[in-house]
Every structure is written in C-alpha cells, then in structure tokens.
C-alpha cells in the first residue's frame, strides 16, 4: 500500500494547480491531507480528485482554516478524530484504518505568528505526545503523517544558524522532536536519507528558497515498531510541492 501525506495549503487552491496531475502521477491507495481549509460541501464535484474514493474529513470549524482529511481507494474506517476525546475545532487530527494500518493525519500549530500562537503550539504538542506514546504501543501498525511544523536538527533547515530562536526550530521544540524519535518513533524520510542535509519539505516564498532549495524538512512520515518493518522507499516529491504547495508530498510503501 502506497501512502502520501502532503501539507496541501488549501485544497481548492491545489486543485486549481493541478493536483490531480500529480496524484494521478504518483499514484499513491492512500492521501493523507493536511490544511486542506475547506469542507467538503465547498469543493467542485467536477474538479474533485478524488471522485469515487473513500473519503473521511476533518474540517476546522473556522472558515478556510487548517482541517484534515485522508482519501483512500481501499475501504477506510474512521477511528476518531481529535487527540483521545478532546475537542478538535482546527481539524488537527484526523485516524484511520485502511488495511489494518492505523493512518494518522496530523498538522501540528505553527507557533510563528505571536505569543499566542507558540503558547498554543506548546500546549498541543504537551497533549499529543502521550498520545502518540499509546499508539506506537500497539501491536498493528500506526503510521503518522503530516505537518508537525518543526526541524530536528541542522540538517532539516537549510538556514539552521539564524533560526535557532523562531518557532519551529526552537531549543524545546527540537529536543521535543527528537524525543519522539528516541522513544520508538521511526523517522522514515531522515532513515532513508542517511546524514544528509534535507531533503526539504518546505520552502519561503521569500527570496529564492524554493528556486535554491533552501528549506525546512518539517513534514514527517512516522512509523511505530511494527509499522517500521514492513515500510519501504519514502520519498519527498519536491517537483509535486513546487506545483501545487509550499510544501512537498511524501510517500513511503508499506504493508
């Protein structure tokens, strides 16, 4: 089964771009979208890339904000949305079943634009970490994929000396990232690439960091134990993200 997450930056806007070219190109069973800021009732049936498949949506409540969704040509349940039984007003989490896999969609708060924003980054992050804590336990596997809007280290920042104080490259937010990754989580994409700087999953429109490659890797596919085992070649389709978003999809094969 072929899995694709990608940070989408409005999916009407990525229509209009010609998302369907690239999902017809790479193919993927299963689409997992993050800020998607739309609902289903707003999109064009006629344009619509996912005709006739299984769809689950996860819609923020305010309007042309964040929200998540998957897309499945297999038949997917919906196990729940939200982190364990908390409210979800941005549409944050959104967790599947499709195969047996648990698919989790998730796009973490940015935390850039004020005080507030990091605060509520901060308290999201806290919440979600013993979540994901339960799930990598589980013995089927759990495959995570998403916007968690933060660089491990040096080599997921093309610009690391001076972002080592701007959200998403913050001192906690590392060690928070890192944490993760020490504690059983699989960083498939930086397993693949080795020591490696990038690759990069999110550009500026400022300057020429999409045009140099000068980016932010911020977009992850995680994989708990079981998971790990039977994942193979992800890949971050930057050409895809030029197109379509300012980030870049992944896809990783797993069965």
Same mark, same amino acid.
């Given at each position: 089964? =072929?899995?694709?997450?990608?940070?989408?930056? *409005?999916?009407?806007?990525?229509?209009?771009? *010609?998302?369907?070219?690239?999902?017809?190109?790479?193919?993927?069973?299963?689409?997992?979208?993050?800020?998607? #800021?739309? #609902?289903?009732?707003?999109?064009?049936?006629?344009?619509?890339?996912?005709?006739?498949?299984?769809?689950?949506?996860?819609?923020?409540?305010?309007?042309?904000?964040? %929200?998540? !969704?998957?897309? &499945?040509?297999?038949?997917?349940?919906? +196990?729940?949305?939200?982190?364990?039984? @908390?409210?979800?007003?941005?549409?944050?989490?959104?967790?599947?079943?499709?195969?047996?896999?648990?698919?989790?969609?998730?796009?973490?708060?940015?935390?850039?634009?004020?005080? !507030?924003?990091? !605060?509520?980054?901060?308290?999201?992050?806290?919440?979600?970490?013993?979540?994901?804590?339960?799930?990598? #336990?589980?013995? #089927?596997?759990?495959?995570?994929?998403?916007?968690?809007?933060? !660089?491990?280290?040096?080599?997921?920042?093309?610009?690391?000396? &001076?972002?080592? =104080?701007?959200?998403?490259?913050?001192?906690?937010?590392?060690?928070?990232? =890192?944490?993760?990754?020490?504690? %059983?989580?699989?960083?498939?994409?930086?397993?693949?690439?080795?020591?490696?700087?990038?690759?990069?999953?999110?550009?500026?429109?400022?300057? @020429?960091?999409?045009?140099?490659?000068?980016?932010?890797?911020?977009?992850?596919? +995680?994989?708990?134990?079981?998971?790990?085992?039977?994942?193979?070649?992800?890949?971050?389709?930057?050409?895809?993200?030029?197109?379509? &978003?300012?980030?870049?999809?992944?896809?990783?094969?797993?069965?």
């Amino acid at each position: 089964m =072929n899995v694709l997450t990608w940070n989408v930056n *409005g999916l009407r806007a990525a229509i209009r771009k *010609g998302i369907a070219g690239w999902i017809d190109r790479l193919s993927p069973d299963v689409v997992m979208l993050q800020e998607i #800021r739309c #609902r289903p009732d707003q999109l064009d049936e006629a344009t619509f890339p996912f005709k006739g498949w299984h769809a689950a949506w996860n819609p923020a409540e305010r309007p042309g904000y964040a %929200g998540t !969704a998957v897309f &499945s040509r297999l038949p997917l349940q919906v +196990l729940h949305t939200g982190i364990d039984s @908390q409210s979800d007003p941005d549409g944050r989490v959104l967790r599947v079943d499709v195969g047996g896999v648990d698919l989790v969609s998730t796009y973490l708060p940015s935390g850039s634009s004020s005080e !507030a924003a990091a !605060a509520k980054k901060a308290a999201f992050a806290a919440d979600f970490r013993p979540w994901i804590d339960s799930l990598k #336990r589980r013995r #089927r596997p759990v495959l995570i994929g998403g916007d968690l809007n933060i !660089a491990r280290d040096k080599r997921d920042i093309f610009h690391w000396k &001076s972002n080592q =104080n701007n959200s998403g490259f913050l001192p906690h937010e590392r060690a928070w990232m =890192n944490d993760i990754v020490s504690s %059983g989580w699989h960083d498939l994409v930086r397993q693949h690439a080795g020591d490696v700087d990038g690759p990069y999953t999110w550009w500026s429109n400022r300057g @020429q960091a999409r045009s140099l490659d000068r980016g932010w890797r911020i977009d992850y596919m +995680l994989a708990n134990a079981k998971a790990a085992q039977s994942a193979e070649a992800p890949q971050v389709h930057r050409a895809a993200g030029l197109a379509v &978003s300012d980030h870049a999809p992944i896809t990783v094969n797993i069965s």
